[in-house]
């Protein structure tokens, strides 16, 4: 499993990439943490434990459909994450009044196209990865190694074929 960070507006979105079921998984609190527009990380924590519970009262299969991932927190370690799909987070979204409602299920669904979009062309991906890298504050010489790399993975790939 992969994970990284997506930006949606001026929030970090931790996500992690299921390479075998090919699946995001985006973390729960950072997606509240936008349709809250709550600075603190604490008080999205907290509102999403509020909600979570009122769901379980009801019945809603919302929370069942989350699963926990360790995830890298502002302190560098990693912790077990609320995480969900984009799917789970499409009705999610539903039960959090929010002004940031339609603009986040818009990027969901951006999200989705551009992977669908990868997986037709995978140049695409190394690109997407190149600009990760550069925001990441990556040399070009450290991005230029790893394109190398991927090409002889790659390669070895193509040669068992």
Known sequence: MKTDMTLFEDYQIRRVY???VEIWWFSVIDIVQVLTQQSDYK????????LKNRLNKEGSQLVTNCNQLKLPAADGKKYLTDVATAETLLRLVQSVPSPKAEPIKLWL???GYERMQEMADPAMSLNRARETWQK???????????VIRLFGIAGLFLNDE
Do not use: T
């Not at 008080?43 to 509020?50: E, L």
């Open 18 to 20: 299921d390479e075998e």
């Open 43 to 50: 008080a999205a924590r907290n509102y999403w434990k509020v």
């Open 109 to 111: 669904a951006k999200v």
């Open 136 to 146: 990441h504050g990556r040399s070009e010489k450290w991005i230029q190694q790893c």
